[in-house]
Each structure stands twice: as structure tokens, then as C-alpha cells.
């Protein structure tokens, strides 16, 4: 989930490409309406954030949600859906950027994805298509993970196929 698709490519989109690749579903939740080319170039299918935010939240069926920080931490509707998501089992829930995300224990530090050599290229192909300037030597990709520490009122959404 994020406010702009060019940010999930940028930051998350090779560890998206090798989940895609692995035989996940991979929906991107963004609230921008760019091009679509950029995610469809990593294997993933993009839906309007918003639109997904107004229906009740059920996240319990996700398997991973990679999120930006700052999205967690300025939408309750976000950080509803990753409760829901966290309530409902084993869902891996990943955070990219710098907010505080003050709820958001990273006790378990950052987990670095090394790209593999293919999403490396799909990735560059992406960027490009998404105007974004690439970093050919980037091989891996840096989330924070934890547990939330709160599941108050609180996802690059992906389900197992």
C-alpha cells in the first residue's frame, strides 16, 4: 500500500516481482492514478487505495502487506486492515520508508530481500516505464518488520494462489 505506485516500485518492486514469481497474487493498493505500466511490468495488478479503504475492512485472508510507514501512520483505515490482517494469523506485514510508526515494533530489525538477477531487470524495466532513475547497482531491497505493539483501530496486499 502506498500513496504513489512509483514509490511501491521504487522501494518495493523486486521483492514484489520474486513474490509474483514464487506464484503470489500481488495487488497493489495505491492512491495515485499513474500509469499502471510500471506494476504490470513486475507481474502485479494495482487497485485504487481508496476505493479498497471504504469497503469493511478484511484482511484476515493476507498473506504479507507491505506498507509505507508514512501511510501507516497518517490513515487509521491502513492501520485497521493490518490489525484485521495480524488478528487473522500469520500475516508477514512489512514497512518501507522513514515515518515513525509509532505503534510499529521493529524489534526484529530490518530484513534486507536481495533481489534476484530477473527482478533486478524487471525492476530497472519498471522504472523506467515509471520515470523513476535506477540504481543499477541496488541488489536488495530494505523493509522493516515486526509486530504491531497496539492492534487498535489500525498492504501491497498479496494471498497465497
Not at 21 to 36: E, Q
Request: hydrophobic share 50%; proline share 5%.
Amino acid at each position: 500500500m502506498a500513496l504513489c505506485s512509483a514509490e511501491v516500485v521504487r522501494f518495493a518492486g523486486g521483492w514484489l516481482f520474486d513474490q509474483v514469481m514464487a506464484g503470489w497474487d500481488v495487488t497493489v493498493l495505491s492512491a495515485d492514478n499513474a500509469d499502471p505500466r510500471p506494476l504490470a511490468i513486475l507481474g502485479v495488478r494495482i487497485v485504487d487505495l481508496e476505493t479498497m479503504l471504504a469497503r469493511p475492512v478484511s484482511g484476515s485472508c493476507l498473506q504479507a502487506i507491505a506498507v509505507h510507514a508514512d501511510l501507516y501512520d497518517a490513515d487509521a483505515r491502513v492501520r485497521q486492515m493490518v490489525g484485521e490482517a495480524l488478528r487473522g494469523g500469520q500475516t508477514d506485514v512489512r514497512l518501507w520508508g522513514e515515518g515513525s510508526s509509532g505503534d510499529f515494533d521493529a524489534a526484529g530489525g530490518p530484513v534486507r530481500h536481495r533481489l534476484s538477477v530477473a527482478a533486478r531487470a524487471f525492476k530497472a524495466q519498471a522504472l523506467a516505464a515509471a520515470a523513476v532513475p535506477a540504481d543499477p547497482r541496488e541488489i536488495t531491497e530494505v523493509f522493516r518488520k515486526g509486530e504491531i505493539r497496539r492492534l487498535s483501530p489500525l498492504p501491497v496486499a498479496m494471498s497465497r494462489r
